[in-house]
């Protein structure tokens, strides 16, 4: 890089303007927010150095970007601001100690907390109560003129409610009022419209934030009207005829005027519990249904945001915690394919090492050959990478415009790759499989995986180092083949002495003893984990009885569907699973359930539960016991039906989302024993029992 810092300086330049164009008015980036991020820094580093060089239109000194033609340009009465981030709990606290110095120490504070949806700010101008125009932020200055798309989006209101106050607040009409917002569309439906995209062949959105955006800069308004986009009100700009104090207030008032507001938004005196609120979100992130990149902490009264001000484009009274991304691109250098236990090929992409909020990721999943072709995703491609919380990182679509002719489309090979066996894909399914079960090496070595982890046999110190061994060894050709090694066929295992073979075999020997819930997760049955493990162990309380149970009696139990039924089924149908089973019971492994305990009370009778999570003083299993006996039922997944979420530390997501959606009232460990007690327990008002541990 011999350019000098004038040349240097202006290819930057020109290179962010691109990209802001690109972000800002296509709704179609090419680079990450660290890519960009990253030439801005360098940017601001030579201005720094040489500020000789600052031009006046250098993107250094402006933020957001001018609007496209394709719409009319509105100039926004009160400039639309932006907000200074915060990226740790220091830099909140440190906002905070600049608020009390320019308020003065002794200031009594109060704070909204409002989870920071990741959309697109609009403004929506209403008079006498009818909405009469709706513009983006654009640069903050001048936006554009959106009006008639934002008509059809169902949850902004053409007249503002007149009746009914919230909270007392004030419920008169405005002669004007600007009502400000974020547009934004779920995880869920962003997916949904994607999957939509990608079957017409057209482009699809890289996030929610795009999809929204492009969704609805649409010069058609039918095509926004088409697409699932939501609106919630965060703010007002100017307003004439009301009387309005306070941020909380304001929400308040605009939620009885028939605004959907965040439910989440909350308000606190006390600044620690803001605080923990804050990290509250982060942790729950992975169970909203919608993008949140940070939280937003505002200073409540309007008086003070008024003394405060704003600095730049920043409003001092207000701080965004971001988030860590989750999203960032790469370049994908293959696709390789992975063998499933069940003889599913994944594709799996190979991509040069990023960093994902924290997390060098090198390779992410593409789903299935389907989700490749359709998304036109080519090898050699700069893609899209998404990680979020536990869920395997995986591509989301390529960068099209970044692409320079060399890229390679990709094809599912025809055979396995590891044991050669041509591939074959059942009418109306999506994966292609290897049909070898039974000789097929790669899928053994991820059936023991699966045998041997922690929910199932967990057998201390047999892991896929030890699988792969085995196999290729010849030493065992199928599960139950592990309670037949002996002393010799160990000795070979590279660094295993005398003890730690025999403790690898005694933990073995010992695994047999696993409750019979234990071994029905430990086969490795599709969709049978461990809560429907369980309502199938409470329903035949043997092997053998499960062998023989037919798809209706299985598909009968509570919390079991047609498709988890007819898989169970499938699966002791087949001969050689037939032939395993009895070869596990014939080597000594647990095939019956223990003795049910004696009924202690039935005061559970009629009572549906769910567990979720680690219990701190019982095992999943214990807990089940301890409900059944009680003549209670636990059941796999949450219904509008399911009397309780029993929920310990790190609960699934799926679950504690289901019983929010449902109502179904959260129960801990104690509030289980309360319901057991001789007292006849009623659930308090807000639905929550006992102390729930809220970090989720
Ligand atoms: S307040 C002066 N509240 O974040 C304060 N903004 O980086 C202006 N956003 O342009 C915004 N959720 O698009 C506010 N609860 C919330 C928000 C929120 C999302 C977005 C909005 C804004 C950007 C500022």
Redesign the pocket.
């Known amino acids: 890089m011999s350019d000098t810092p004038i040349q240097r300086a202006e290819a930057l330049r020109e290179q962010l303007r691109m990209h802001n164009y690109r972000y800002h008015v296509l709704d179609d980036p090419i680079v990450s927010d660290a890519e960009y991020d990253a030439l801005m820094r360098e940017l601001r580093s030579i201005e720094a150095e040489h500020p000789e060089l600052i031009t006046p239109d250098s993107p250094t000194r402006r933020v957001g970007n001018a609007p496209s033609e394709k719409f009319a340009k509105v100039r926004h009465p009160v400039a639309?601001?932006?907000?200074g981030?915060a990226f740790d709990e220091a830099d909140v606290r440190a906002w905070r100690e600049r608020v009390l110095r320019l308020l003065g120490e002794d200031a009594q504070l109060t704070f909204t907390v409002?989870?920071?949806?990741?959309?697109?700010?609009i403004a929506l101008t209403y008079v006498n109560g009818a909405f009469v125009r709706g513009a983006t932020?654009g640069d903050g200055e001048v936006g554009e003129d959106v009006t008639a798309n934002l008509r059809t989006l169902a949850s902004i209101p053409l007249v503002m409610l007149a009746t009914g106050s919230s909270d007392g607040a004030d419920s008169a009409i405005p002669t004007s009022i600007e009502v400000?917002?974020?547009v934004y569309m779920r995880i869920a439906e962003f997916e949904r419209l994607n999957e939509r995209l990608a079957a017409a062949g057209e482009r699809v959105a890289a996030n929610p934030r795009n999809a929204a955006a492009g969704s609805l800069r649409q010069k058609d308004a039918a095509v926004t009207a088409s697409r699932p986009l939501r609106f919630?009100a965060?703010?007002v700009g100017p307003f004439e005829g009301i009387a309005l104090n306070s941020q909380w207030g304001t929400l308040q008032y605009l939620k009885g005027r028939g605004f959907p507001i965040?439910r989440d938004?909350r308000q606190f005196t006390d600044f620690e519990e803001a605080l923990a609120y804050c990290h509250d979100w982060m942790r729950r992130r992975d169970v909203l249904e919608y993008e949140v990149d940070g939280v937003?902490i505002?200073i409540d009264s309007f008086g003070q945001q008024r003394e405060l001000g704003v600095a730049g484009r920043?409003?001092r009274w207000?701080i965004?915690w971001k988030f860590p991304a989750r999203e960032t691109t790469s370049r994908l250098i293959n696709i390789t394919v992975n063998v499933g236990r069940t003889g599913v090929m994944t594709p799996n992409a190979e991509i040069e090492p990023v960093n994902l909020g924290g997390v060098m990721v090198r390779n992410a999943s593409l789903h299935n050959a389907d989700y490749i072709s359709q998304r036109d995703i080519r090898i050699g491609d700069y893609v899209t990478v998404k990680r979020a919380g536990d869920v395997i990182p995986y591509i989301i679509g390529p960068i099209v415009d970044r692409r320079d002719g060399t890229e390679q489309v990709w094809q599912m090979p025809a055979t396995c790759p590891d044991c050669g066996t041509p591939l074959e894909r059942a009418e109306g399914e999506v994966a292609w499989r290897c049909p070898n079960v039974a000789g097929c090496p790669a899928q053994l070595i991820r059936r023991v995986e699966h045998f041997v982890s922690r929910g199932a046999m967990d057998i201390a110190g047999l892991g896929e180092k030890q699988a792969v061994f085995f196999v290729e060894q010849g030493l065992i050709k199928d599960i139950a083949d592990l309670y037949v090694l002996q002393e010799k066929d160990l000795a070979a295992l590279e660094g295993y002495g005398a003890k730690k073979i025999s403790n690898l075999l005694t933990a073995i020997e010992e695994s047999k003893q696993r409750p019979l819930t234990r071994v029905i997760v430990a086969l490795g049955i599709r969709f049978v984990g461990e809560s429907v493990a369980q309502a199938l162990t409470q329903r035949f309380r043997s092997l053998l009885a499960l062998m023989a149970a037919t798809e209706a009696e299985i598909d009968a139990i509570d919390g079991i569907g047609p498709e988890i039924a007819a898989s169970i089924e499938a699966y002791f149908q087949a001969p050689v699973n037939r032939a395993l089973i009895e070869k596990l019971i014939g080597l000594g492994v647990r095939s019956e359930a223990e003795a049910q305990a004696e009924p202690l009370g039935d005061q559970l009778a009629g009572q549906t539960f769910v567990i979720t999570g680690t219990l701190a003083g019982m095992s999943r299993e214990q807990a089940a016991e301890l409900i059944a006996a009680h003549g209670g039922k636990v059941t796999g997944s949450v219904t509008k039906k399911t009397h309780y979420l029993l929920i310990g530390s790190d609960p699934g997501g799926t679950k504690y989302a289901k019983a929010v959606e449902f109502g179904v009232p959260l129960l801990d460990e104690a509030g289980l024993l309360r319901l057991l007690g001789s007292v006849e327990p009623t659930p308090p008002d807000d639905g929550v029992v006992g102390q729930i541990a809220m970090d989720l």
């Open positions: 639309m601001l932006s907000l981030n409002e989870p920071k949806i990741d959309g697109l700010a932020r400000r917002g974020e919630f965060y703010a965040n938004a937003v505002k920043d409003p207000a965004a």
